[in-house]
T-cell receptor, first 116, second 113 residues
Framework: EAGVAQSPRYKIIEKRQSVAFWCNPI?????LYWYQQILGQGPKLLIQ????????DSQLPKDRFSAERLKGVDSTLKIQPAKLEDSAVYLC??????????????FGEGSWLTVV | KNQVEQSPQSLIILEGKNCTLQ??????????LRWYKQDTGRGPVSLTI?????NTKSNGRYTATLDADTKQSSLHITASQLSDSASYIC????????????FGTGTRLLVSP
């Protein structure tokens, strides 16, 4: 079974530039998550999709971050303009369904962003 | 406020030794508790998932326990190997109609030869 695919793996940009990350979840997984993980901290949820609808984006800095999941499969996360504090790993994850106990959430390898 | 706290923050043990990592949570309503292993530069990988009614679950040399009354969990690693060096993250799922995960900050384990 193919895992959660993310690209690019690494990105270095200057502050005020823009960047986009792409995620392809495991086939058949309805729920997709984007997390931000700053070095030394646990992941923080940015946005959660159920199919192509947003179920939680309460911690997404909407003035600079945007995400979409067209057709309920792939997703992109965009940052524009980037700030130094956006330097982090951006993790995409997916799970089969949104509810119920015990369904495993699978993470991608992450996209490492450095803003200089 | 939903919170997950882990201890110790970091740990160094000798190869072959056992160790236990702790997780305390204040999450309501509780759905399940997960332990993830995160190697440096990689995404988290699920080790165990426990629901309210489960008090122990094993995955190879990893054994997780859950005490829902005291809201505590532990992850015991037996006969540690160099490849166990990683961060171990405790994650509690909140039952809000959809899964909302609350992450701990992790315990960084270094297994030394």
């Amino acid at each position: 079974e193919a895992g959660v695919a993310q690209s690019p793996r690494y990105k270095i940009i200057e502050k005020r530039q823009s960047v986009a990350f792409w995620c392809n979840p495991i086939s058949g997984h309805a729920t997709l998550y984007w997390y931000q993980q700053i070095l030394g901290q646990g992941p923080k949820l940015l946005i959660q999709f159920q199919n192509n609808g947003v179920v939680d984006d309460s911690q997404l800095p909407k003035d600079r971050f945007s995400a979409e999941r067209l057709k309920g499969v792939d997703s992109t996360l965009k940052i524009q303009p980037a700030k130094l504090e956006d330097s982090a790993v951006y993790l995409c994850a997916s799970s089969f369904r949104r509810e119920g106990s015990g369904n495993t959430i699978y993470f991608g390898e992450g996209s490492w962003l450095t803003v200089v | 406020k939903n919170q997950v706290e882990q201890s110790p923050q970091s740990l160094i043990i000798l190869e072959g030794k056992n160790c236990t990592l702790q997780c305390n949570y204040t999450v309501s309503p509780f759905s399940n508790l997960r332990w993830y292993k995160q190697d440096t530069g990689r995404g988290p990988v699920s080790l165990t998932i426990m629901t309210f009614s489960e008090n122990t679950k094993s995955n190879g040399r990893y054994t997780a326990t859950l005490d829902a009354d005291t809201k505590q969990s532990s992850l015991h690693i037996t006969a540690s190997q160099l490849s166990d060096s990683a961060s171990y993250i405790c994650v509690v799922s909140v039952n809000t109609g959809f899964q909302k995960l609350v992450f701990g900050t992790g315990t960084r384990l270094l297994v030394s030869p």
